[in-house]
């Protein structure tokens, strides 16, 4: 598997500069992978364009037009199936997947959270992070359970919370982290250099 090239489907609902920064690494030859697909759950996604920029095919999957999530789960899947996807990767991706899909690619899927989980999971971390009045935040890479930003941390990344701060201040702090953390992360996995055992994963060193 892991002399075998990796083909990324990247799953976003929005702006999509994270996925920019994997785009970025890999027209680099910093991330050895080709992305496959990248997928939006809304049409409007930003995502969706710098895909098409980038030349990567990019197809709206609209929550709307599916009757319950597991008919538009179906459709997520046969869109990865189509493109060959062997690793998901969630790049701010609003919506949590049921089972049937983490089934489906049962340790093959990845998500960025802004914030150092297990602390502040959910969509509003740095509203939460905010209100709660840490002086420590970051982000997080994790493999994707069942649960909700519950699965094996994979590596985080911490910046000071600052007094003043707002929600796009933090936001933008914390972002730069992920644009450096996310490609090396996936990187990682290319080389097969992720072990996962039970909740922890290890980062094997590099083969010379
Ligand atoms: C990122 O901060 C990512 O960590 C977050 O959404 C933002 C997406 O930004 N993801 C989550 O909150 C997932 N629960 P982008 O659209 O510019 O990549």
């Known amino acids: 598997m892991a002399n075998e090239k990796q083909v990324l489907g990247v799953l976003c609902s929005g702006r999509g500069t994270d996925l920019q920064s994997i785009i970025d690494a890999v027209a680099r030859g ?49 869109e990865l199936a ?17 089972p049937y899909f983490v089934r489906a690619y049962a340790g093959r899927i990845m998500n960025i959270h802004p914030a150092l989980l297990p602390s502040f999971p959910g969509a509003h971390a740095h509203r939460d992070v905010l209100a709660y009045g840490v002086k420590v935040s970051g982000c997080t890479i994790h493999f994707v359970d069942e649960g909700t930003d519950s699965g094996p941390i994979i590596a985080q990344a911490a910046v000071p919370v600052l007094d003043g701060d707002t929600e796009e201040t933090l936001g933008a702090r914390v972002l730069k982290e992920e644009h450096r953390l996310y490609p090396q992360v996936i990187e990682w996995y290319c080389e097969g250099r992720l072990q996962v055992e039970g909740r922890k994963v290890c980062v094997l060193p590099e083969k010379s």
């Open 30 to 78: 910093e991330v050895h992978a080709t992305i496959g697909v990248v997928l939006a759950d809304k049409p409007e996604a930003y995502a969706l364009e710098r895909a098409r920029k980038a030349g990567i095919p990019a197809v709206c999957v609209n929550r709307k037009e599916y009757e319950d999530r597991e008919q538009f789960e179906k459709a997520l899947i046969e």
């Open 82 to 98: 189509q493109a060959g996807v062997t690793l998901v990767v969630l790049a701010g991706f609003m919506r949590i997947l049921t």
